[in-house]
């Protein structure tokens, strides 16, 4: 469990250096390698899901406003230019930061200890192998209170819902 509250720790708080210590610390605890992350996935947590929202708004914003200003008056052609170039680069700014963290709303986080790994989504289905506790795993689909996983190793199976906590709760 604080394998999973770390994560969600550290999506409210990308560049907090002791969620990162801790969550480290818990992994390596678990004699668990902290999952490797790429320079996109670095440079995507530099703000917050909520800053790259309002940076977002505000773009649009730019962009509207812009737009207005060119229909109401042919003055300030430069400004309404740099203005509209501006909030469209904020905009995209925000998509490619959405984009970032898109695998991030499909992760989870093993909660029970030796998770069985199954061929089908059955109780009774064969065992392909087993999880340990506080793995973190891509959550591919569900059905029926299964889940499909995929491991870090690229590994695939079907675990019970009640074994895998995601990073971004769902109702």
Same mark, same amino acid.
């Not at 550290?10 to 004699?31: E, K, T």
């Not at 060119?70 to 925000?94: D, K, P």
């Not at 199954?118 to 009774?124: D, E, G, I, L, T």
């Given at each position: 469990?604080?394998?999973?509250?770390?994560?969600?720790?550290?999506?409210?708080?990308?560049?907090?250096?002791?969620?990162?210590?801790?969550?480290?610390?818990?992994?390596?605890?678990?004699?668990?390698?902290?999952?490797?992350?790429?320079?996109?996935?670095?440079?995507?947590?530099?703000?917050?899901?909520?800053?790259?929202?309002?940076?977002?708004?505000?773009?649009?914003?730019?962009?509207?406003?812009?737009?207005?200003?060119?229909?109401?008056?042919?003055?300030?052609?430069?400004?309404?230019?740099?203005?509209?170039?501006?909030?469209?680069?904020?905009?995209?700014?925000?998509?490619?930061?959405?984009?970032? /963290?898109?695998?991030? /709303?499909?992760?989870?986080?093993?909660?029970?200890?030796?998770?069985?790994?199954?061929?089908?989504?059955?109780?009774?289905?064969?065992?392909?192998?087993?999880?340990?506790?506080?793995?973190?795993?891509?959550?591919?689909?569900?059905?029926?209170?299964?889940?499909?996983?995929?491991?870090?190793?690229?590994?695939?199976?079907?675990?019970?819902?009640?074994?895998?906590?995601?990073?971004?709760?769902?109702?």
């Amino acid at each position: 469990m604080a394998v999973l509250n770390y994560e969600r720790a550290s999506l409210l708080s990308p560049n907090d250096p002791d969620i990162d210590a801790n969550l480290n610390y818990v992994r390596a605890a678990s004699h668990l390698p902290a999952p490797p992350r790429s320079a996109f996935d670095r440079i995507a947590r530099i703000w917050s899901p909520f800053a790259s929202s309002w940076i977002g708004v505000i773009g649009l914003m730019m962009v509207g406003v812009s737009a207005l200003v060119a229909q109401l008056s042919s003055r300030y052609r430069g400004m309404r230019r740099t203005a509209a170039l501006l909030g469209v680069s904020m905009i995209c700014l925000t998509v490619c930061n959405g984009i970032a /963290l898109w695998p991030i /709303l499909h992760e989870g986080v093993v909660i029970t200890g030796a998770t069985p790994v199954r061929v089908s989504p059955v109780p009774m289905g064969d065992s392909l192998f087993v999880l340990p506790e506080a793995e973190t795993v891509k959550i591919a689909a569900e059905h029926e209170g299964f889940l499909l996983v995929e491991t870090a190793a690229g590994r695939t199976g079907w675990v019970s819902r009640a074994n895998v906590a995601s990073v971004v709760p769902r109702k």
